[in-house]
């Protein structure tokens, strides 16, 4: 696990161990390296990401507290496949790690089955995996010759390893499932339930993630490593990862106002469709009237299915947006009791300045 953990006595002994010394990738790895989720066999310039690297990763950062953080990230590779490993808390969450390599990746996680969430993925990932100190790690791909589908374990070998809510996650990802020639795309999630969103992102997200666990996520900055810079068809041996890793789109942000752009009110907080009721939705901007908005307000059922989508758009300026669920899903079907969540996201312009604003409400469908 990440040497922070470990007693002094152990530190001094495991930084003399000859696996914490510079290693760069090579023609093989699978003799140094072991899939047991303990972390320790990779060397410093593996980590990519961590408290020092170039783009830092802290373990306090959290937006869901310290005890649900990404801390540290490390990839590396040889001729046979790609080695990730993360190190991580999880209180009731998992981690997630999403790797684009080609065309034909997913743009969110709306309709993924086990991977499930309420988050956006602008980068189009093509590989997806899913750890939980609790249960056998998923991994599942996209990609222009593939339908999304789960990866057996037997292709995709990965393990969790956890110790009083420190936990360790790796993966041997073969380049059967990657392409080699194209550069790679990675971001690591701290994400919850199925209809979640992500507390905490490697690397930080320009687009401040939030405190509300059911809060959507755009994941719109990632890592970038280049396998096969010399372009002969293989993984590059020599390199070292963490010189060779680079953020995109870079460190100039967006406005990080997440979800202090507007705010939502629900009337009623519960109705009953066969009464003829409905919940009316009202999103507005507390900085004052909206111009050229455009967006949507998208209802999901608890389990993250997409229920209900509304459109959205004004040319201002307005005081509010507004939305009307008559507890039907855009088929037309009614659905069934429960709690539901409405999902804004908006872009506008407000005093001369254009934001994007993400915010959820729930509501209850009565039968």
């Known amino acids: 696990m990440n040497f922070r953990r470990l007693a002094p006595g152990l530190v001094a002994l495991i930084v003399l161990h000859p696996a914490t010394a510079l290693a760069t990738t090579a023609a093989s790895l699978s003799g140094r390296i072991h899939l047991d989720g303990r972390l320790d066999d990779y060397a410093a310039d593996e980590w990519i990401l961590d408290a020092t690297s170039a783009f830092p990763e802290h373990d306090d950062d959290s937006r869901w507290g310290n005890d649900n ?119 690591v999630v701290i994400t919850g339930d199925a209809a979640s969103g992500a507390g905490d992102a490697a690397p930080d997200s320009r687009v401040a993630l939030s405190q509300d666990r059911y809060a959507r996520a755009s994941l719109d900055r990632w890592i970038t490593l280049t396998p096969d810079a010399d372009g002969d068809g293989g993984a590059d041996a020599g390199v070292a990862p963490r010189a060779a890793a680079s953020v995109q789109p870079g460190t100039a942000p967006v406005a990080e106002r997440g979800d202090a752009g507007i705010d939502i009110y629900v009337d009623p907080g519960a109705f009953a469709p066969d009464r003829g009721e409905s919940a009316v939705f009202t999103a507005y901007c507390p900085a004052g009237p909206m111009q050229d908005v455009s967006g949507s307000c998208i ?16 040319a201002g300026p307005v005081a509010n947006m507004k939305a009307s669920w008559d507890g039907r899903d855009d088929g037309g079907g009614a659905c069934d009791a429960g709690i539901y969540l409405a999902a804004f996201d908006l872009e506008f312009t407000v005093d001369g300045t254009r934001q994007q604003a993400r915010k959820r409400s729930g509501v209850a469908v009565v039968r």
Not at 76 to 83: C, K, Q, S
Not at 94 to 99: E, K, P, R, S
Not at 105 to 122: Q, Y
Not at 125 to 152: C, E, I, K
């Open 69 to 187: 953080d990404v801390s540290r990230v490390a990839i590396t590779w040889d001729d046979a496949r790609l080695y990730l490993a993360v190190d991580f808390t999880a209180a009731a969450t998992g981690v997630m790690v999403m790797i684009g390599s080609g065309p034909g990746g997913i743009a969110s996680l709306d309709a993924t089955g086990d991977f499930r969430r309420a988050i956006d993925l602008p980068f189009a990932p093509n590989l997806l995996l899913l750890a939980t100190p609790t249960s056998d790690p998923l991994a599942a791909r996209a990609d222009a010759t593939h339908a999304f589908g789960l990866v057996d374990r037997a292709t995709l070998p990965a393990v969790v390893s956890s110790s009083a809510g420190a936990a360790g996650f790796e993966a041997w990802i073969p380049w059967t499932l990657l392409d080699v020639s194209r550069p790679l795309r990675v971001v």
């Open 299 to 314: 209802i999901f059922a608890m389990d993250g299915r997409r229920i209900r989508t509304f459109p959205l758009s004004a």
